[in-house]
């Protein structure tokens, strides 16, 4: 009773709360500091000064907090905050020596967190580079508690907040740095298939089953979602796009962003970074600008308002931040145009900020100071740095030398007015997500709620209706046989020990899969195959360092085309297109189903003979099971394609890279095709 009645008071007086914080007593723990007890609430004592300091107060408002605690920040500690670079776990949830040097040395607070977690994990050699180790859910909380005891060990006991990509989608070639593939996580179409089911209360089932799966093992920031439109085809990063269509992309981008982090941020919401500002995608010949040969984006369709309305959507919609891209905005009016956008204060500054109104911190992609300084590669990284904060940059992303940061301000070439500026935008999004109240998760829930059944049945359901049907010559679906027959299959790129399911127990499957570098050649084809299945992956070479990232090499960015893919040295194809012939000669083109897995739109080019196979699925990151539900009828397909597929390769080459699809005699199918049964 008497707790109440304080409450009642403290509620009627002085103090009011900071948004997104519980109005009542959260939950407060603490592993490396005391806990205060005052008016019959519980704080902690981060600073460890015996006393109830306004950041630790979370009853006052958000702006009070920050003030007080950057009032009691040094400057070393204020430019830590600036920096943001990988931070994985050693094997087994380790806790590595470059974690303690990060935080006590470089004072930072945010890291990229690229460990992919399995429930069984695999390690064989060793090592923990750029993409991190395997470990477990359970092995990922203890990692990221351990990391937060550390922070909550140090001066002012500044919690850490951790960011990582995409991780809940299928993803047959996932790339550190780019994407992290799902592991133990419900697994997802990829964002051009969730954009194929057109279905927006799924898309929010898909968000708030996301934020649980990352909530539960630390995770409170994602470098994502990709607000780019799929308007150039030979840009490698499309399959991290949704849609060509900028009206769709808004409506999901919003989607995400309110069951993500919630009408504001809160102790359950998942942080957004939204990028790539202004729109990556109408990349000048379809390059990837983490690469040289990608770094001008376009605009001769003068599309730049489409490109940008999916951010305009996600500012109105309350991103916590946005991530401005490497390319260079050729000829466009927000000035300097000559440089990549983070560096850009016409855009950063003049667009973003008072142009769009946007209030929250802007976060540079990762290595634009020294690597990928487009436009200013002449410039000492000292330069870049100041360059790149005068635009607007609050935070480098892929950087982590305080000292360097400081001597800039030493010199009075950085002012710490300035660096204040940017702890505060920062600073905002750690207390409302009740990180200083409690960062820390409990590896026994992370254990269990990880990738459990209900979220994945979900995610099923989503695959299933991500699947486009793109042809139907052969009077689709195929009849499940019945009780004493038997339905004879001849597959490649299929998981045929899923016919050992009770469900499937009258199918009778070959597995054409063969491995020709050790000398294997194709089983044979037997007569009374009755269909042959087909699952088709295209994706890159390792392209070594110079591409590893992705993406076919710049001499070959466009060849699109099957039939050109099959012959290039960048591209490869799975199963080879030469395979895919034989079966379909032998078996009957009539008779065989491709299931291709559409990365980027390739082009269904007549020289591969693909068409004139008797049913084509488009898909985005699906399951065996999934292709097979809609193939026999279990699931009618539903899904409508995302973006155009030319009908030759001429049609992307000559179509301007801002603008979507193709004139009508260039369209093999059009945007939002999809047939069904």
Do not use: C
Request: proline share 5%.
């Amino acid at each position: 009773m008497i707790r109440l009645l304080v409450l009642l008071l403290v509620i009627k007086g002085s103090h009011s709360f900071a948004q997104g914080i519980d109005r009542f007593q959260p939950d407060i723990q603490a592993r490396a500091v005391d806990r205060r007890h005052e008016d019959g609430f519980t704080f902690k004592d981060l600073n460890k000064n015996g006393k109830l300091d306004a950041y630790e107060d979370w009853r006052q408002p958000t702006e009070s907090r920050i003030e007080n605690l950057i009032s009691q920040m040094n400057l070393q500690e204020k430019v830590g905050m600036m920096l943001i670079n990988t931070l994985n776990a050693e094997e087994k949830g380790r806790l590595s020596e470059r974690a303690v040097e990060l935080i006590e040395d470089e004072k930072m607070t945010r890291f990229i967190f690229r460990n992919t977690i399995t429930e069984n994990p695999v390690n064989a050699g060793g090592g923990n580079g750029f993409r991190g180790v395997q470990i477990t859910p359970f092995e990922a909380a203890q990692f990221m508690n351990s990391v937060q005891e550390l922070a909550e060990n140090t001066r002012l006991g500044i919690p850490v907040m951790f960011k990582s990509n995409a991780r809940n989608h299928v993803d047959y070639d996932a790339r550190a740095g780019i994407n992290v593939a799902s592991g133990a996580f419900s697994s997802w179409p990829k964002e051009s298939g969730l954009a194929a089911t057109r279905d927006m209360e799924l898309i929010a089932d898909f968000a708030n089953i996301m934020a649980q799966e990352w909530t539960a093992i630390g995770l409170r920031g994602m470098y994502g979602y990709m607000a780019d439109l799929s308007t150039e085809p030979r840009w490698y990063r499309v399959h991290e796009t949704f849609t060509e269509d900028s009206d769709l992309a808004s409506e999901i981008i919003s989607v995400l962003i309110k069951n993500l982090q919630g009408d504001s941020l809160h102790t359950g919401s998942v942080a957004l970074t939204i990028k790539h500002f202004p729109g990556g995608g109408p990349q000048e010949g379809g390059g990837d600008p983490h690469y040289d040969f990608g770094k001008n984006q376009v605009y001769p369709a003068n599309n730049f308002d489409y490109h940008l309305a999916p951010f305009e959507a996600a500012i109105k919609a309350g991103a916590s931040s946005i991530m401005a891209y490497y390319g260079i905005p050729v000829g466009q009016p927000y000035l300097p145009n000559n440089v990549g956008m983070a560096f850009s204060k016409g855009m950063i500054t003049g667009l973003l900020r008072n142009k769009l109104g946007f209030k929250g911190y802007v976060n540079s992609d990762t290595g634009i100071i020294g690597e990928r300084a487009w436009g200013l590669e002449d410039k000492s990284e000292e330069e870049q740095i100041l360059i790149a904060i005068e635009a607007g940059t609050d935070i480098l992303s892929g950087f982590n030398n305080n000292q360097q940061l400081l001597d800039l301000v030493a010199s009075g070439k950085l002012s710490e007015s300035r660096v204040d500026l940017s702890v505060r935008r920062l600073l905002k999004e750690q207390f409302e997500l009740g990180l200083f109240e409690n960062p820390y998760v409990d590896p026994n829930r992370a254990a269990y709620l990880v990738g459990n059944p209900s979220f994945q049945r979900k995610a099923d359901i989503a695959q299933r209706k991500s699947i486009v049907l793109l042809q139907n010559n052969m009077n689709l679906p195929i009849a499940l046989p019945k009780e004493g027959d038997s339905l004879k299959l001849f597959t490649m790129g299929v998981h045929t020990e899923m016919f050992e399911e009770a469900v499937w127990s009258n199918i009778k499957a070959t597995p054409g899969d063969y491995e020709a570098g050790k000398g294997e050649v194709m089983p044979s084809i037997t007569k009374d195959i009755d269909y042959a299945i087909i699952r088709v992956h295209v994706a890159n070479d390792e392209g070594g360092g110079e591409r590893r990232y992705g993406g076919a090499s710049a001499d070959e960015l466009n060849m699109l085309a099957f039939s050109e893919m099959a012959e290039a040295k960048s591209w490869k194809m799975t199963p080879s297109l030469e395979d895919i012939k034989t079966i379909m000669k032998t078996v009957g083109a009539e008779k065989t189903i491709l299931s291709i897995d559409f990365r980027q739109p390739y082009v269904l080019d007549e020289g591969s003979g693909l068409l004139k196979a008797g049913a084509i699925l488009a898909t985005f990151g699906v399951s065996d099971a999934a292709v097979m539900d809609i193939l026999t009828g279990t699931f009618k397909p539903t899904g409508k394609l995302p973006f155009a597929l030319a009908n030759k390769p001429e049609a992307i080459i000559e179509q301007h890279p801002d603008a979507p699809g193709y004139p009508e005699e260039d369209t093999l199918f059009p945007f939002g095709h999809g047939l069904t049964y």
